[in-house]
């Protein structure tokens, strides 16, 4: 999206199912044809709103996994078995269905290609998704910034996007990946098996002399402790970004 | 019932809200806290989503703009932001 772009408000667009793709056990890709979308910047979101056959209406946000380039746009669903609006995209959609959606929203938990730092991506569960974004963008570039992923997910079946980001970090010497399974891990598995903490986040991510730009996105808990031990580190709060998505396991706004 | 902590979002999650109301991006644009004079973007402070929804300064935990939506109209309290910095693109 164009940063010269008027400003304008943002319009409820009808958007078309072209493919879905599983992407583990709780967690779909919908591949949709949006006309007219606008364009986006890595790292935004959209709303989506469903309307019941008796007009209720419920609306959420989720973030966007495709590369601003794409030519279409994907957005990966959890589902949350307690939830409104995630079972219905993360199950019964099917190409060819409609529904409406508005975007792209946010300018704050962006990422853009010209902004020079080392990137530092932490993620926690489903909040690889915006973080997918970047890579995807950043694999596209020719200087990219080096860049760093902290992937938390409770067990291998979890990862979401796990061939893909494999493939980016083996054709990329500037891209580092760490995972940590904080449920469940393979039995040759020798990598993190814990939650997130200080040790390994001056481990995992760029030291402060190096000033990483740091994205961190997940469950509540997750982000709250992450950025906290960021900041003790040393980590100036204002290179720090959050998106905190609820309750883990039932991120209740989802 | 969900404890407090679990309800606490980033501004972010509210700029699809802000953007009903206002043209512009402001979740990029610093605001001022009238409370503690502290700044920070809309877009990094506390949101909290109950029946409305309320940002709340994350220095001093002062309320810094609710927003209720009712089926026809929606209310908006600018209670505690001395200023909006928007950039212009």
Do not use: K
Not at chain 1, 20 to 44: F, K, M, N, S
Not at chain 1, 150 to 179: K, Q, W
């Amino acid at each position: 999206m164009p940063s010269s772009a008027p400003a304008r408000r943002i319009e409820w667009r009808a958007a078309r199912v072209i493919e879905t793709r599983d992407e583990t056990p709780h967690a779909r890709t919908l591949v949709l044809d949006v006309p007219e979308w606008p364009g986006h910047h890595a790292g935004q979101h959209v709303d989506v709103r469903l309307t019941a056959e008796d007009g209720y209406q419920a609306e959420r946000s989720y973030s966007i996994a495709s590369a601003p380039s794409s030519r279409y746009l994907e957005l990966t669903i959890e589902r949350l078995d307690d939830g409104e609006v995630s079972p219905y995209l993360a199950d019964v959609v099917q190409p060819g269905d409609v529904f409406e959606l508005r975007g792209p929203i946010g300018g704050y938990f962006i990422w853009l290609p010209q902004l020079r730092r080392p990137l530092a991506l932490i993620a926690g569960g489903s909040g690889i998704v915006p973080l997918m974004a970047m890579l995807r963008l950043r694999a596209m570039l020719d200087d990219a910034p080096s860049a760093h992923l902290l992937y938390s997910v409770r067990s291998p079946e979890d990862v979401i996007y796990g061939a893909e980001i494999e493939r980016l970090a083996a054709s990329d010497a500037r891209l580092s990946v760490a995972c940590t399974f904080t449920r469940r891990h393979a039995p040759d598995w020798n990598g993190y098996t814990r939650r997130i903490d200080r040790m390994m986040l001056e481990e995992a991510i760029p030291a402060l002399g190096e000033s990483p730009l740091i994205y961190v996105c997940g469950p509540t808990s997750m982000v709250e402790l992450a950025a906290t031990e960021l900041v003790a580190i040393g980590h100036p709060p204002a290179a720090i970004r959050t998106e905190r998505f609820g309750p883990s396991g039932t991120n209740g706004n989802r | 019932m969900r404890a407090m902590e679990e309800l606490l979002l980033d501004g972010n999650a509210a700029a699809g809200l802000l953007a009903q109301i206002f043209v512009p991006d402001v979740t990029s644009a610093l605001a001022r806290c009238v409370h503690c004079q502290a700044s920070a973007a809309l877009g990094a402070v506390a949101l909290y989503q109950g029946a409305g929804s309320v940002l709340r300064c994350r220095n001093c935990e002062g309320v810094l703009l609710r927003v209720v939506s009712a089926p026809d109209r929606t209310y908006i309290e600018l209670t505690g932001i001395r200023c909006l910095e928007l950039p212009l693109a």
